[in-house]
């Protein structure tokens, strides 16, 4: 009841959320990151997402349990893209389904913040200029994970 | 033999992202390999030159430094993650 895909096609996030439509589901919830231009003055034109292939799907595996566990979902989707993705590409699709809205919607932030930092993805971000530049883990990121342990 | 696998900048600054090692006995802990890999080139000790900044992986799970490497086939080392 769970759909895991490391790919580096793109994905419709509308089919997939489709796909979670169940008579138990009373709702479903969703996260769809898309790869963002940049604040700076350095624009973003690129993602480039490196992952260590025999690894990955057991660290989504795991991270899909650990929601399972904690929440009675009817579905659950996890779909990471890789290779270079330009700026407002779509990068990763997370999505729960509950029969409650509060399970689905902790379940699909539990999600997300756990593949931010439990999975083995790295992005490297490739500029303007050709430059590139491999982005820094973000202790924010690390504090959004701990705190599901709280 | 134990392979190494790199990814990442540390892959860059290796220079390649697999080699095949002999592993001496005394090599106990992911630390200790770190240890020992960093002496074996100069890209190797600029990898490892600041351990708190890597991150491991023994047969396909997450450890810490002071995790055994005894009898694991694949060990992995990178940059702390950043997907999502």
Redesign the interface.
Known sequence: MARILVQTEDFDAGVELGRLGHEDAGGIASFT?IVRAGEGERRVVALV????P??TL??LEAIVAQAQARWPLTGCTVI?RVGRLRAGEN??FVAAASAHRAAALQACAFL?DW??????????EEFEDGARA????RAA?DAAAAAWNG | MTRI?Y???LRETVGYGEEEVALPAHVATVADLMTWLAARSAAHAAAFANPRLVRC?VD?E?VTPEAAIGGAS?I?F???????
């Open positions: 990151g997402l490196e992952h260590y025999a690894m057991r660290a990471h990068i990763v997300i593949l931010k930092t439990s999975a083995p993805f790295w992005k490297q491999w982005v820094a883990a990121d | 696998l990814f990442a900048w992986a396909q997450f694949e992995a990178f940059p702390p993650v950043t997907g999502g």
